[in-house]
């Protein structure tokens, strides 16, 4: 069963029963059943025209839905007859259906979550992750979106910070490796940067393709981890850093900061340095004051952490550190590394062993466990 193909197909699918006359809640469900229907039945018979196949299903399920439902049969004559089996358009929705999900009825969180679930395919495990909130806190907000926009009429689209917002979690969903979303995420912030002129559009997009250049170099031979300053830099890829720089030089030259835009300026810091040891880290804990400023986010404040301690000494980044709740995830594995760099091997290794256990992938599991291995065994030998 072609899992990827179903996931490409889905918010074209979907944007096709909207613009029919669906509200939101009622295509997406009627648009999972399809899906299921297509796992069950694809695999003995792949149909000619996926996307028009879903299309038909889905429109069926949802005209089941709204047969059997005395608020909707209101609605009937407003619908179109079931369509026959054809060929769909090939009208990419996919941003559009991100700008629709951002409706002014939903709170900008209540937004990107939503669109994070129903376009993005995300999980909502994933979801709760990225807003650093428990499982059960994000499907109940989840729900009261869909509860929300059930029955309104998606013609008005909502704020782009809410889509940026948005592609900005999908990319990093993708560059996790545990959906590999990140070519998407690219693919529409382009088609945005290229609708919309705004720096912070601008800004996502070079920050984008500036991580996306190291792609390649993150993972070694056996699929490990790599650290970036451990990284083989001649595997990035210099076209897309050169791209990236020259569309935030743009941007910054408009002197309309934001979060996105700063961002992009430290990782272009790194992609400048010829080496690990050459990087400018006092101009990088520049800029993480500004985002620091513009955001006054605790994941910030952490990556800040880790700069001071490379700018100023390890015990610099524990002080900073030390000001910041150790709930937060990766608080022990940036505690481990400091400790490491200022030479405390055995604390160190306690907690990269403890940071192991609190990983949420197995790369980065088995990435912290063999470092907690390698200082154990360097202090036995040392």
């Known amino acids: 069963m072609n899992e990827a193909l179903l996931r490409s197909l889905t918010p074209s699918v979907l944007g096709i029963l909207v613009r029919r006359g669906a509200d939101f809640a009622a295509a997406e469900d009627a648009l999972q059943e399809a899906l299921v229907e ?11 025209e996926p996307k028009g196949w879903l299309v038909t299903v889905a429109w069926r399920r949802y005209l089941d839905a709204a047969r059997s439902d005395t608020a909707r049969r209101r609605r009937e004559d407003l619908v179109e007859e079931e369509p026959a089996p054809r060929p769909a358009p090939g009208v990419d929705d996919t941003l559009r259906l991100y700008f629709l999900c951002a409706h002014p009825a939903l709170t900008p969180s209540s937004a990107v979550a939503l669109t994070l679930r129903a376009v993005g395919g995300l999980t909502t495990r994933q979801i709760a992750r990225a807003y650093l909130v428990p499982e059960a806190t994000m499907a109940q907000r989840i729900s009261r979106a869909k509860r929300t926009v059930s029955g309104v009429r998606f013609d008005r689209p909502g704020d782009v910070a809410n889509v940026l917002r948005v592609l900005y979690l999908v990319f990093n ?14 693919r529409l912030t382009r088609q945005l940067a290229a609708a919309i002129d705004h720096p912070e559009v601008a800004g996502l997009l070079a920050l984008m393709l500036l991580h996306h250049a190291r792609r390649s170099a993150r993972t070694g031979p056996d699929g490990g ?11 990035w890829d210099t076209v897309m850093i050169a791209e990236g720089v020259a569309i935030l030089q743009a941007a910054l030259a408009r002197d309309r900061l934001g979060e996105f835009q700063a961002q992009a300026a430290i990782a272009a810091l790194h992609a400048d340095a010829p080496t690990a040891g050459e990087t400018d880290w006092v101009q990088i804990v520049e800029w993480y004051d500004e985002l620091v400023r513009l955001t006054d986010s605790p994941v910030v404040r952490l990556n800040r952490a880790v700069a001071v301690g490379e700018a100023d000494g390890p015990r610099a980044g524990l002080a900073a550190l030390a000001a910041l709740d150790d709930s937060l995830p990766r608080h022990t594995a940036v505690a481990a590394y400091l400790h490491e760099r200022d030479g405390d091997l055995e604390t160190a290794a306690r907690l990269y062993a403890e940071a192991a ?3 949420s992938n ?10 907690a291995a390698r200082l154990t065994q360097l202090r036995r030998t040392g």
């Open 173 to 186: 969903e993708g560059y996790s490796g545990d959906v590999d979303l990140a070519a998407e995420a690219i």
């Open 225 to 235: 981890l790599v650290p970036l300053a451990e990284q083989d830099r001649g595997r």
């Open 38 to 48: 297509a796992v069950r039945v694809w695999p003995a018979d792949m149909p000619r």
């Open 357 to 359: 256990r609190k990983a």
């Open 362 to 371: 197995l790369a980065e599991r088995d990435h912290l466990t063999r470092r």
